[in-house]
Every structure is written in C-alpha cells, then in structure tokens.
C-alpha cells in the first residue's frame, strides 16, 4: 500500500540546506528569560501556537477557559484566543478570544482548543479541535473533531468551516475521536496532517489511541486519510500525543509527548521521531527532547506537565519551543528559545534532485558528540617539512561551531607547534558532502583540511578523497582523489586526481565547500561551483570523515599562533544510484598483490584463522576471488556492515560455487528489523549466479554476511557480490572492471574538457608518472591564443632528465628533454590554431623523441644525453605561474617564479583526453 500511495503522490526526496539530520533538540535549548511565560489571572491557558505577521510581530494562538474550574474544563469550556508579542519569545499580551462559542447546530458549538497555525501563501489557516456535549465531561470529550479557520490576518476577521476538516471514521483507528492536529507542508509541495484518533473499545474511554496520517493536494484539504498508524508501542493503549511535525533537510520530523517514557526511557517527556516518506516514522537517534524540566535563567525548575510542544520555524529554522506547562493546577504557556545552529549565510545548492541528508553535525552545545565523533591525536612528522603535535585539548566546540586550535607552545620543557582534529566514528559511502568552515590563514605552517579515507574498519584504506586542503597563506585549495588500488606492472598507484584551485572566502568569511563521489568519480565544488572533476568508474568504499588543522608543515610563522580553523558544520547526503553496486570490494579486486591475500579488504573475517583468502586466477569476475576453506575444518563468517544508505528495495546477487560435500554455508543479509533474510548456498561446483531480488532496507543501514562451516575437504569459492537499486525497465547500465588491458598511468579529463582561464588552476600528477626508458603524453588541444605557454610538464630547473610540452606564439610545439637549465626541443610549427581542437601524441623512447598530430607523425629526433628518468619533479597540467611543490601528500608554495614561468605565458585554453603512460602508445 505504501508504494502505491508513494506512486500516486509521485514523492521524491529533495535536499535542502537546514540543520536536520540526526537532530538533537535537547542541545538547542537555551535558558529561558521569566517574560517567556504567557499566564493569564482569571484563565488557564494551554497549548500555543506562534505565527510572525506581515508587520513582523508575533501572534500566539493559544487555549484558555476559566481558571476556576480547574484544569479538566479544556474539554468543556475551552476557547482559542491570539495575543501578541513583538518579539518570538514575548512577553506576549492577550488581544482578543478568535474563535468562540457558537450556535448548537455547529459541531464545535461550545469547546475549541489545540490550536495549530501556519501561514501558507498569503493566508493564514488556523487548525483545531472543537466539540459540543451535554456539559458531562465525557460527552464532549468524544465529540472531538478537527476544524479550520483562515483569515488574511492574525487578528482576523476568521472565517470557519461549517463541517469537520477531519471527521471520526466507523470502526477506523479514529472510531470515537479524531483531535490534536499538526500540518506541514511537505517537500513534494502537497499537505499532511498526523492527528490522534480512539479506536472502538469499551466506553467512555474507547480503544486504542493511535495517530494517523491524512493528505491533501491543498490546505484547505480535502483530506484523504491514509492507513498507517504513527507513535505507537506494543502493548502500550496510550504511547503518545500531541505531535508537531515538519519537514527538514530532506527529511520528516516529530516532536511527541511520550506519555510515561516508553520511548525515551525518561519518563513522561518530549521524544523526537524521525521519517523519510512521512508515513514510516522511526524513534530519532537523539530521542529525548525535553524532560518535564524547565531551564529558566533563574535556576532549573521541574514541573508536572511539559506538552503540546509546537515549534516556530523562521527561514527554515525552528527558534522557539512552545510548551503548556501544568504545575500545582497552575496553566500557562512558555516559549522556549532554541540555538538550532545557525549558519553564517551559506545556503547549501545540491547538484541535483535524490539527494537525502543522512547525517549532519552542527556542533551545537558545548562539547563534542563523542558517540559519532574521535579526536585525532599523536604527533604528525614526515618527509623533511613536518613536524606538528595533535592534541585533544585543542579541539572544542562552542558557539555552535567546531573550534581547532593551532598554537605553539612549550610542552616538556620542548617548544611545539601544536593543532588537531576529529576524525568520524562512521563510514560513509557514494553520496554528497559538504562542510562550511574558515580554515586558518593568517600565518604560514598550518594545513587545514576536510577530507575522507579508511579508518573505522580496521582494513578499509582503498581510497581518499580531499575535499579541500588548504596551506595558511597559500590561496588555492588542493581536490584530490587518491587510490590505493595498484595499476599491474608498477609498484604503486598514481594520484589519479590532484586539482590546485584558486578559492575565495565569503564576504562573511566562510568557506563552502563540497563533493559529490559517485560511481562516475569524484566532483568537486567551491562555494556552489564546480572547480574540478576526477573521473574513475565504479570506484567505491565506505570510509570515515575527517576535519583536521595540522600545526608544523612546512616552515611555522608562530608569530601569528595562537589561532584557530573552525568548521560550522559537515553534511552527508545519500542518493540512489541505480545499477551500481554500493557493496565495496564485492569482487575482491582491491587487494591485488598489494595487501594481505588472508584479509580482504573492506570485509572482516571472523572464525578459524587462515580459512578465508583471496587466490588469483579462475574467477567468476576480474582476477580474484575469495576461496573459504584452503584445506581446514572452518567455521567461518566474513562481514561488511554498510551504514548511512538510502533505503528501499536492492538486488543482491553473488557468483558462487562449491563442493559436492560442502555443506552448513549461506548468505546472512542483517539489519532489516524482523525481516533478516538467510540464503542457503546449494553445493555446486561450476560458478552459479545467485540472487535476491528484493532486499527492503529501512534503517538506512545493513550488514552482508558469508557464513562457511565445513570439513578439510570442504570448500566454497565466492565472487563478485552485489547490492544495487535496480534500474528502470530497458535500462542496462554496464559496469567497467577496475582494471583494463593498456591503462595509463594517469588521466585527466575524459568525458569533458578542462578549461583553463590563467587563474593559476592546475593539476599534479606524480613523479613516477612519465618516468623511464619510454614515455607517451597524450591529449587533445584547444587554445585561446597564439602564445608560448606550458600546458602540461613534469621537469626539473636542472639536470638532464625531465619533460614538458609548450606552444608557441607562432601556431607551434615543442616537446622539452631535459630540465629547464639545459634541455633539447623538438619542434614542429603551425600545428594549432586558436579555438580549434587537436589531438598530440608525444612520445619518448629510448633517447627518441616524437611528435603525432590527429595520429600521424610529425617529427622524430634524437636527443642525445637527454632523457625522461627524472624522479625530483612532480607534473602540472595548467598553469606554470607561481611555483607550488607537491611534497608527499601536501601542497607546499615555493614563493618564487622558475625560470620558465618569466619567459611562458598561463595556459589558456582546454585539454580533453589527457593520457600519460610509461609505455609506448601513439594513439
């Protein structure tokens, strides 16, 4: 029934920019001032419900009735009257009663209460509870229905509905009462209303009270109601009440009274629950709102009744908590102020529509969540230009932000310069990220960064992705993507990605930055734009997020120390992408020679030692496959857990196949609530496709298992195991093995061109790459000008060995042997054309250097004592202005111009198809 309605409303899930996921309310609250209180002499009052007015006050609607007759009147003689406040959180002044008694004939003639209001468009709707009866309290109390009022005005004049907005329903989950509105607006623009209903059951109290879910196309409705049932417990007649919903970063919210802590464990109290679609609501990971404790300026104070939270939200930010307070037969209002983090005036502008927000951090309170959260510590040394101490004392957090401190100080007699970081204790999968911050840039020496690698698991390490790391003084921003899968032939892996860009602060001196990795790559954004794009298919892990302010790289100005780098906030947005699996390593190619075959990456392995290894050859895919067994009696179970994932349907399928004795083996996927699914794996032993076509996931998390248990002679060979969202029908998306026949050693640039503007944008690639006897640079050309300028190079100020690739004023090439000292050109001449593309094939081998323009060659000459066997220099595609020097796995600035640079221009222009191989290749 759900999909069917889902279809019928056509939802789908947008991102927003708001502090929503995995919200913790408790840490908003701020102390309350006395002139919160709303209390009136002669009346109880109950259950506000704030709106800002067009002349920018503030009005509550709220329920009063006479105080004499003592707290049990709501239900006889309540009425819902506005008063008005200049500021949200008052002191608010009564107006005037809105909506009164009226004539018998009407079904809300003698009680209105539970007032909820919005303003949507240029109207206010005013939701309620109204009733009639006898004067016997039971009577009214089982008249209850809903009601709505809309005015152009806070003040009126209000025009009623002459019949229930939502009425009982015979025999339904609401048979005796349908009461306690709360509406939203939700993100695919239609109207939902959660109220509470009685079931039938034995009179006058009824049966069960549930909540339930109705819809409208518009405010004003109709509402149709829907068959779910929301806030209810097992065994429990009476869970919960008074819900205020609404939607928030790409998600649904809930704040509920929890009757007697069923939910919170805290007694009667507020509870926060949490939904994807609306419908299906989940207890929120930080439950508790608020127990029945009051923090007013003047001291804490706990009071019987804390109720009928509703919230005011203002630019998409809830800022006040209203609350009816009951204490000692007492009744009134109270307007609670909340620090929901807000931000300094980014606005987050995802790439596209699917994106869900999973996780988020706004670091509000005044220490650091340390259930999701780990300090980085230890001392950072290496590589002859770092030299920095990491301590826990210098991260904090405080005004709603993460503070980092960079310091030099004295520690042990030994003067040290200090920093931090923190480090998630969560893993992360394809989706989008994104961190506000203001990194530290008043004096050389402190390296800020937010960026992503292995770390939760204890053998996850398969890639990192740096979002931005930025060197104080130095205004460019590095975007890397590294691998640590190794090409076959070479001994390591080349910066597939490494992208110096120029960035700019905020006018309010923030940094916005993000990334989308996906199973195209890696995207890159500054402050809502794309500056960069590594392109790597179907590379995929789920690893931890870091933010970090390393202290001692590279020469420290401590003159400018103490300091700080602060971050606002980091999100993480999942979306689905259909077709590729979100299951790292499923087919075992990550390893390669590179790591322990007994320790596949991404899984862990549990049971009898040195019965799950990674064997070469006879796969079902790619080169490698898992082999359990390897001749000992095993009980085994190798597991990834996967967290922070969309939910919906998946496909599982795997390869397998086993001995004809092997039995006791399965594929356990957990995670699902009740419904773990258990595939029992049949003795085969020719490879067998098997799969699971429907795999619910609604926890955003799960785990994949591969249970063995056998004898000495038993085995089972496992591969390429899969976990995707299914595409649409007709739809083949094929996905590309990780290695290929004849890979370069790097690549830039190949679906779209990079286009470079003189801004000192340019990339790295590494010094093992364009290294040996043979060499090929291959790429496509278009530039802006006729000009003498270095689009790509990795070559030295002297020596004999190194290379470079330049144009000429006069339409020219030439291929540079050598350094920029002492060097031998190979030219050819007017082989380009401003604004025409063109491809060049370069290649070196074994002392022959050759030109190709669009595959035929041009030019072959010997260079004599020069070659290409320089391993000093790193390589740059772009710009040859200011000197930047890739040291290890930072960016350092040099601070003065080379050589070349005096006599060559800035590349302008792009480059497309970028290829550079150790190897001999010309086309």
Known sequence: MKKIILSTLAFFILGFSSNAQNLDVSKWIQPVDPSAKFRLDSFMVWCGSAVKGDDNKYYLFYSRWPRKLGHLAWATHSEVAVAVADQPTGPYTHVKVVLPKRDKQFWDADVTHNPTVHKFGKTYYLYYMGNYGNGEWWDHRNHQRIGLATSKSPLGPWKRVSKPLVDTTTNGFDHVIASNPSIMKRLDGKYQMIYKGVSKGPMPFGGVVTHGAAMADKPEGPFVKTPYKIFIKDTVKFAAEDPFIWAQGGKYWAIVKDMKGVFTNAGTSLALFESADGFDWKLSRHALVSTTMIPWKSGAKKVEKLERPQLLIEDGKPTVLFCAVYDGNDNYNVAIPLDSAPEASTTSKLPGKGFQLLYEDHFVGNTLNERDWQYRTGRRTGMGYMDGLNLKENVF??????????????IDGKWENTGGGIISKHNFGYGYYESLSKPFMKGHGVHTSFWQRGGANPNNNIFEIDSYEIDSKTWVATNNLYVDIPYNGYTYTPWPHRAQVPFRFQQDGWFHDAYEFSPEGVIFYDNG?????????????????????????????????????????????????????????????????????????????????????????????????LSVGEGKKHDVKLVQ?????????????????????????????????????????????RWKKISIPKVHVNENKITISVVSKGNESDWLEIDDLQLMKPVGKGEVIQQEPNQASILPMWHLAKKEPIQFTGDQKFYFFDRNVGYGDSISVLFDLTADIYANMTPIARIPKKGNAGWSVQT???????????????????????????????????????????????????????VGAFNTKDATAAGRVGTVGKEFEAVGDVVMQVGKEDKESLAMKIFRGSLQHVRIYNKIVTQ
């Open 808 to 862: 000429t004023v006069s339409g020219g090439l030439i291929f540079r042997i050598g350094s920029v000292e002492q060097h031998h050109d190979v030219f050819v001449d007017h082989v380009y054309e401003p604004g025409k593309p063109v491809s060049f094939a370069l290649v070196f081998e074994n002392g022959n250097a050759s030109v190709y323009k669009n595959g035929l060659l041009l030019k072959k000459e010997f």
């Open 641 to 685: 857990s996967l967290e922070y994932i969309m939910n919906g349907d998946y496909v599982f399928s795997a390869m397998v196949r086993s001995s004809s004795g092997h039995i006791g083996s399965s594929i356990v996927i957990d995670g699902l609530g009740d419904k773990n699914i258990v595939y029992p794996l049949k003795p085969n032993e």
């Open 529 to 625: 734009q794309i500056v960069a794009k590594a392109e790597y298919k179907d590379l995929n892990a789920h690893q931890v997020v870091w933010l970090t302010a390393l202290n001692g790289v590279g020469k420290v100005d401590s003159t400018q120390l103490p300091g700080e780098s602060i971050f606002k906030y980091f999100r993480y947005y999942g979306k689905d992408y259909p077709g590729h699996s979100i299951l790292p390593n499923g087919n075992f190619e990550f390893n390669q020679q590179k790591t322990d075959p007994f320790k596949p990456l991404c899984w862990e392995v549990r049971g009898t030692p040195g019965a799950v290894k990674l064997t070469l050859g006879n796969a079902a895919r790619g080169d490698y496959k």
């Open 397 to 410: 957090v405080k005004d709603s932000a993460l503070h980092i401190a960079v310091r030099h100080e004295l």
